[in-house]
């Protein structure tokens, strides 16, 4: 029989806590839900008011994995979903995980949690901007910082902040505050980035996704800017060999990063990052960090 659990008020039937998720470091499921647990108050605030999309990988990294972003068969009536318009049809209802039981729910469903760039409350105007910065083997992460700090000075130069997390799988993600701005404007302005950082670091950076320009650089990937697109969470795991998460760093991080493993973090590190740097992505909240795309990019 399953345990059940009160999570604010909630009654919770956490299945199967003892089950192996990550075979290389022998995680079970019930660690999985302590780390959600105990995260929970970093992981919701990127979280807050957004539809989410999950990567089911009920069986671990290894078994099974499939994403949906409709609402799960069986999910409780006090978990709050959202109708949001959908490209195949008129509209869909999506999960939105607003409290510490909603997301203590999904985390036995065992996911990864990925969202849009914009809220429930204003679908398809962004309030974010975000570069994917995926390495070609045999590039790395190492590769992706020095990418980076050139996209932070070129972004700068159009009086935006910049903020990064790892993506908690190969590579790193850019991520800014931006006024609430259609997604095809911040879409165009970030495929604009990508094609002036391709120009000036020809041998570093491609912007087109075509399997045979990739290997030894970064692709930028500015089409997570679509409004139809989500990018991994900050705090999320990953269903990876290992359970990373994706993790926010300092730019001093990413100056000094020169091997791939500096800037990998597994679960159990990422209290003692809160502890030490408190939430690094929380200037993304403060409503003043926001600035306007520049004129000609709108």
């Not at 009536?77 to 959202?82: G, I, L, N, Y």
């Not at 309030?127 to 990418?147: F, S, Y």
């Amino acid at each position: 029989m399953s345990p059940i659990t009160a999570v604010e008020g909630r009654r919770l039937s956490l299945t199967r806590l003892e089950k192996v998720l990550y075979p290389e470091t022998g995680t079970t499921k019930g660690e999985v839900l302590h780390y959600v647990t105990t995260t929970a108050g970093a992981i919701l605030a990127h979280l807050h008011d957004r539809p989410v999309s999950f990567l089911r990988f009920p069986d671990g990294p290894d078994g099974q994995c499939f994403f949906t972003k409709n609402v799960p068969p069986g999910t409780p009536a006090w978990v709050k979903t959202s109708e949001v318009p959908r490209k195949s049809a008129d509209h869909g209802r999506q999960v939105v995980l607003q409290d510490v039981s909603s997301l203590v729910w999904a985390a036995n469903l065992v996911v990864e949690l990925h969202v849009p760039q914009w809220t429930v409350e204003r679908p398809g105007v962004a309030d974010r901007l975000v570069l994917d910065l995926d390495p070609g083997a045999p590039a790395t992460i190492v590769e992706c910082c020095a990418a980076a700090r050139w996209l932070r000075d070129r972004l700068a130069a159009d009086g935006l902040h910049t903020y990064a997390k790892t993506s908690g799988s190969k590579g790193l993600h850019l991520i800014v505050p931006v006024e609430p701005t259609p997604s095809d404007d911040t879409t165009a302005y970030a495929k604009t980035l990508a094609i002036e950082a391709a120009a000036a670091l020809p041998e570093l950076v491609v912007h087109k996704m075509k399997k045979e320009l990739r290997p030894g650089k970064v692709f930028i990937d500015f089409s997570q800017n679509s409004a139809a697109k989500t990018t991994a969470a900050a705090y999320t795991l990953r269903a990876r060999r290992t359970p990373t998460v994706s993790t926010p760093v300092t730019w001093d991080e990413v100056a000094d990063c020169t091997e791939p493993g500096q800037l990998s973090f597994l679960f159990g590190e990422i209290a003692g990052r809160l502890a030490r740097h408190g939430d690094l992505l929380g200037p993304l909240l403060n409503l003043n960090r926001a600035r306007p795309l520049p004129r000609a990019a709108r």
